[in-house]
Nanobody
Framework: QVQLVESGGGLVQAGGSLRLSCAAS????????MGWFRQAPGKERKSVAA????????YYADSVKGRFTISGDNAKNTVYLQMNSLKPEDTAVYFC????????????WGRGTQVTVSS
């Protein structure tokens, strides 16, 4: 059983930065993929970024390329999402999740952390 806990959300002005953390409990193989998703009010949840623990695979949604960076710390079992140049449209609840590999349905999810970007 894997448990994921997100932190680091908050209120920030447009143009600002936040770093989200996702701490995973339990041993997670390096082949597993960790993903960040977001869901804005009234909208469907969308993938933002993903990485495997070995770092050999990363993915970014077009809307965040060049602004967000995903990284992982194996020793801490933690994945980070550094978000720079934030825009009001980045406002959403951000979730982390994990799956056994690229293209496999995400199995474990955190509860989410709210990110609000004011204009």
């Amino acid at each position: 059983q894997v448990q994921l806990v997100e932190s680091g959300g908050g209120l920030v002005q447009a143009g600002g930065s936040l770093r989200l953390s996702c701490a995973a409990s339990g041993r997670i193989p390096s082949s597993y993929v960790m993903g960040w998703f977001r869901q804005a009010p009234g909208k469907e949840r969308k993938s933002v970024a993903a990485i495997n623990w070995s770092g050999s695979y990363t993915y970014y949604a077009d809307s965040v390329k060049g602004r967000f960076t995903i990284s992982g710390d194996n020793a801490k079992n933690t994945v980070y999402l550094q978000m720079n140049s934030l825009k009001p449209e980045d406002t959403a609840v951000y979730f982390c999740a994990t799956t056994t590999g690229v293209g496999v349905t995400y199995t474990y999810w955190g509860r989410g952390t709210q990110v609000t970007v004011s204009s």
